[in-house]
């Protein structure tokens, strides 16, 4: 919740993104997100953080992105990425797709270049559970 899922269609406003076990189950607005708990659920504040699937090689995606806007580059983040091997495909995820996603400091299409050098991942997801960082990690305190 209070996030952005960077790609997503505007018409959605998508804030928030929900998965159990390694498939995405809604991405949307955080009230519409939030409906689909069972009541077992964990919510987790995402404070601004963007989400995208997960590149294949983190580190290196981070790089392209900082270095494409430290250049001052207006551009699709999601398809910049894939452009360059690191993501499957340019889609924001959506229901039913793996749950390997990547939650990023800022949405890297609306940092300014002066910014670029503070854009990192700060946790990942891959086959639904955090294999870097954890909900505790960064901008992540759990809410009701």
């Known amino acids: ?13 998508a ?24 009541g077992d659920s964990t919510f987790l504040d995402l404070g601004g953080c963007a989400v995208t699937a997960a590149p294949h090689d983190p580190r290196r995606a981070e790089r392209l992105l900082q270095d494409a806007i430290a250049g001052g580059r207006r551009f699709g983040a ?10 499957d495909s340019p889609a924001a995820p959506e229901p039913g797709s793996p749950a390997d996603l990547a939650f990023w400091s800022a949405d890297p299409e609306a940092l300014a270049a002066g910014s670029a050098a503070s854009l990192r991942i700060v946790a990942l997801v891959r086959a639904g ?5 954890d909900e505790h990690c960064g901008p992540f305190p759990t809410i009701g």
């Open 15 to 38: 804030t928030g993104i929900a998965w159990a076990a390694d498939r995405v189950l809604a991405v949307g607005p955080d009230d519409v997100v939030r409906t689909i708990s069972r």
């Open 129 to 133: 559970a955090f294999t870097e960082g």
């Open 1 to 13: 919740m209070g996030g952005t899922v960077v790609g997503a269609t505007a018409d959605l406003a």
């Open 78 to 87: 999601l398809a910049l990425l894939a452009e360059a091997g690191l993501l």
